[in-house]
């Protein structure tokens, strides 16, 4: 009887969602496929937009979208919203040491940082100022961290001949992809400047700029492209770049002597010294006076000399009379007992010699074969051959001609010295070459300074019999006067 009453009392109708949700349930997570019989909606996590609240990014209002869509499933007019929510996504880091830990989420943001990517390279990418700022903050919550403690005796990044393996960054295969996102921001070609300089400032590129003493060389290789096109898109930057670069140089020559970035800096730096305007202003001389020049004085001098060099000759081809400065400069650091870092030096001096002018050569001629004699003389055989090579080289040998009367009479006596002591028969024979040469070049000069040479050795000689005979004079009167004391000491008694 109640059945049947309770039957007749009308039923409230059941109410549908709002519109607004495309039919899906508050709640919903989109993890399986939902129908609404009532509605006769469809929905799906893979073809429905699932909008979701943007807590990181500021996206001028509107709304986030699912960051696990993809570019191809949406309207064009929500790619922009989707960019910035795949960005807020990659700012996630994750542990590569324990990469099984973690394998599926490092998976998912490999491949939404080669979407990201993808998507830029199409040019439907918007760099408005929301996703300048949302890149650049994802760019530096992946690249900026504090590198281990170098442990390693030559932290260099293989400098010196013992050279080790370079470590490589087990989180490469992400850092990559961010490197070429931010490289693609960089070289944007519609990036509003101004707004781009609020969110790259110079703490950012400090920060950048640190990342130069990573092991890694790919990453190393990666930041001088990216690190090139800032200084070249932001002028605004220029001087800052400069300066910290060379508190950089600074900081290895003269405190830590421990830097994995020196080589790319410098490359860097080679072409920006190609565009420096003429005259050159005063800062630009200081870096070569005060930055390039003392890296010549580091042990690990030839993990970058190559690169040293072409800044330094770049400097000389945009004012020749900086060729002093710098054969002063080469004087000043020239290594006494390293070898290998003499030979550098001589391939080096011998390229800037080629750029000097006869003014510039005459003010330092005198003080440099000084020093080329004594490597004319080295023991280490290569020294001495390097040294003999100089000669063969036309515009040297032009500058020499020019200056026989001061230049001849020093080298000769360091052949002749090479004539009567040195070990090597090929030093031997480049000696008597280089005779020859001279010769050729002004026979009498050659011929007076060789009896000049000779009257200094018969001199020498006289000397050194002189100061022996002195010296057994004086231990022969030191042990009489022994003898006497030991006998005042011990009288005979009887």
């Known amino acids: 009887m109640l059945k049947q009453f309770l039957n007749k009392i009308p039923r409230k109708a059941v109410k549908t969602d709002s519109p607004d949700t495309n039919g899906m349930e508050q709640g919903d997570n989109s993890n399986g496929f939902q129908c609404t019989l009532g509605g006769a909606t469809f929905s799906s996590r893979f073809n429905v937009v699932k ?25 064009n007019s929500q790619k922009q919203s989707l960019f910035l929510s795949k ?7 994750y542990d590569f040491n324990d990469h099984d830990k973690n394998y599926s989420q490092i998976n998912l943001k490999h491949e939404t940082l080669i979407e990201l990517v993808d998507f ?19 760019c530096a919550i992946n690249l900026f961290r504090v590198f281990p403690p ?27 992809i961010v490197y070429d996102l931010l490289l693609r921001l960089v070289s944007y070609s519609s990036l509003d400047l101004k707004v781009a300089k609020k969110y790259m400032d110079h703490s950012f590129i400090l920060r950048l700029l640190d990342l130069f003493d990573s092991e890694d060389p790919r990453e190393r290789d990666c930041l001088k492209t990216v690190m090139h096109r800032v200084y070249g898109k932001f002028m605004v930057h220029r001087p800052f770049i400069r300066k910290a670069v060379s ?41 070569l006076l005060r930055a390039l020049i003392p890296l010549h004085k580091p042990k690990p001098l030839g993990v970058y000399h190559q690169q040293l060099t072409y800044c330094v000759i770049q400097f000389i081809d945009k004012d020749q009379k900086l060729a002093s400065v710098v054969i002063k400069g080469l004087l000043k650091y020239w290594p006494i007992t390293n070898s290998q870092k003499e030979l550098m030096f001589l391939s080096e001096l011998e390229e800037v010699l080629e750029m000097t002018s006869i003014g510039e050569f005459q003010k330092v001629m005198g003080p440099l074969f000084r020093r080329i004699a004594y490597c004319l003389n080295s023991t280490h055989y290569q020294v001495s051959e390097r040294a003999h090579l100089l000669w063969k080289n036309e515009h040297i040998l032009n500058l020499v001609s020019q200056n026989s009367q001061a230049i001849i009479p020093l080298t000769l006596s360091a052949l002749e010295r090479n004539s009567q002591n040195h070990w090597n028969q090929a030093v031997l024979n480049l000696t008597r070459n280089l005779k020859k040469i001279l010769s050729e070049m002004d026979e009498e000069l050659v011929t007076s ?28 009167a030191a042990r009489g006067s022994l003898i006497s004391t030991d006998s005042a000491a011990c009288p005979v008694t009887f």
């Not at 830029?120 to 994802?138: D, L, P, Q, Y």
Request: proline share 3%; net charge negative; aromatic share 8%.
């Open 247 to 287: 508190n950089i140089i600074y900081r290895f020559v003269f405190e830590t002597q421990r830097h994995n970035g020196i080589s790319e800096l410098l490359e860097i730096f080679g072409s920006v010294i190609s565009g420096f305007a003429l005259p050159l202003k005063e800062e630009h001389k200081m870096f």
């Open 87 to 93: 960005l807020t996504l990659c700012c996630e880091l």
């Open 150 to 176: 170098k442990d390693r005796s030559n932290s260099m990044g293989g400098a010196g001949e013992d050279a080790e393996e370079p470590m490589f960054d087990p989180a490469w295969s992400h850092l990559q």
């Open 449 to 476: 300074s060789q009896r000049t040479s000779q009257e200094e050795g018969s001199t020498l000689s006289s000397t050194l019999e002189k100061r022996k005979a002195a010296w057994e004079r004086l231990e022969a």
């Open 120 to 138: 830029v390279s199409s040019g439907s990418v918007k760099f408005n100022e929301a996703a300048i700022s949302a890149t650049c903050k994802m």
């Open 51 to 75: 909008r979701v609240s943007s807590a990181v990014f500021p996206t001028g209002g509107t709304e986030a979208v699912d960051p696990h869509m993809s570019f191809k499933v949406v309207s």
